[in-house]
């Protein structure tokens, strides 16, 4: 099971949010020394969010990627205001390896489909839920669209991979929602890489049983309720 610990970003610094509250914020400082740290402890991924982006839809963190990837040499996920083909285009070009896409395939389903063609095996399906229901525009808005029924379509259209996001466990230390991360993977199909709530090993080891693709790691790993070096080695 691959880990991606998380380094979420709000006007420049590395911060985490409970439940994606943004008035519920705790800043960790600079997110290039958090991706240096991470990599020093074995990542061989990282999970970047831009969250000014994804709550104004105006992407903002292109050149720290890019200072990371100059400091780092280590495979970036990243997500958060990708709501155009030129977001990503950019995104990916300050380097990073694969872009999650949410919002955009939701609100604008022609652009996610050109997005799937024009960037192939570089799309990871955002699949963020409340409910069991699909929420976009940075968890601000829950439709009427199954997580299900959404990650269906998503491998339709030859996207293989998804991050899929409890909202209620984001942030909150509660345990991460094993059972949903699993039905998800087995129903649609899609390599699930598990979010929010993870706060244990326990709660990794219950992933890694259970055949799920990856977990990314949050506050836990900021906190110290996980040894990030210790997690990678025991998820290999």
């Not at 705790?26 to 831009?50: C, N, Q, R, S």
């Not at 669209?145 to 984001?170: P, Q």
């Amino acid at each position: 099971m691959i880990l991606f610990p998380a380094i979420d970003i709000l006007d420049g610094r590395a911060v985490r949010l409970l439940k994606g509250d943004k008035s519920k914020v705790t800043d960790y400082g600079d997110p290039v020394a958090f991706a240096e740290k991470w990599a020093e402890a074995g990542a061989e991924w990282l999970h970047i969010v831009d969250l000014s982006g994804a709550f104004s839809g105006k992407s903002g963190i292109d050149d720290v990627i890019s200072e990371i990837k100059k400091r780092v040499k280590i495979n970036i996920q990243s997500g958060g205001g990708l709501r155009r083909i030129t977001d990503i285009r950019r995104r990916l070009d300050a380097g990073a390896d694969r872009a999650v896409i949410g919002t955009m395939a939701v609100c604008d389903p022609d652009e996610f489909a050109l997005a799937t063609f024009t960037f192939p095996e570089k799309i990871v399906a955002g699949i963020d839920a409340r409910g069991g229901m699909l929420a976009v525009k940075g968890w601000t808005q829950t439709t009427d669209v199954s997580a299900v029924t959404f990650g269906k379509r998503c491998m339709h259209m030859g996207i293989r991979c998804a991050l899929f996001t409890d909202i209620s466990k984001d942030g909150a230390m509660e345990g991460v929602n094993v059972c949903e991360s699993v039905r998800l993977q087995k129903e649609t199909g899609l390599s699930v890489i598990a979010s929010g709530g993870v706060s244990s090993m326990k709660d990794l080891e219950n992933l890694k049983e259970s055949g799920v693709y990856g977990a990314v790691l949050g506050k836990a790993i900021y906190d110290g309720a996980i040894d990030l070096k210790k997690a990678v080695k025991k998820c290999k």
